[in-house]
């Protein structure tokens, strides 16, 4: 019973990675297509889908991108990343992000706590 549960576990991950994986494809893909004609309010809808793929350390690097490009220009600009590259860069940033936070960092904590959860059953 118990390997059943764990093969069922297992699945749901892998559905879940899938499904992340294809919305970040998804949300690149739009940009790429609305890189070709550049509205400001699309394109914004796309920064916030990313963001939201990425939440929270997403929010965070957009806050850090935000204070970098008022860093490099001396101003605050409301223009969005435009070009293939610019595009692609900013794109695998939050892509790296939110990799690394649900399946990397996530998993890890959640390991952690639940080691420290049994360890202290087993004390008494």
Known sequence: MEKR???????????????????????????????????FEELFLV?????????????????????????????????MPTGTWTVLLSWSCFFLTGYLQWFKLAPYLVRKVRAKRFAGRHEV
Do not use: M
């Open 5 to 39: 549960t764990w093969r069922f576990r297992r699945l749901v991950v892998i559905a879940i990675k899938v499904t992340w994986y294809g919305a970040n494809v998804l949300v690149l893909g739009w940009w790429l297509w609305l890189d070709s004609q550049p509205q």
């Open 47 to 79: 920064i916030i889908a990313l963001v939201a793929l990425s939440f929270p350390l997403g929010w965070l690097l957009y806050v850090l991108i935000g204070y970098l490009d008022v860093l490099l220009n001396g101003q605050i600009s409301a223009s």
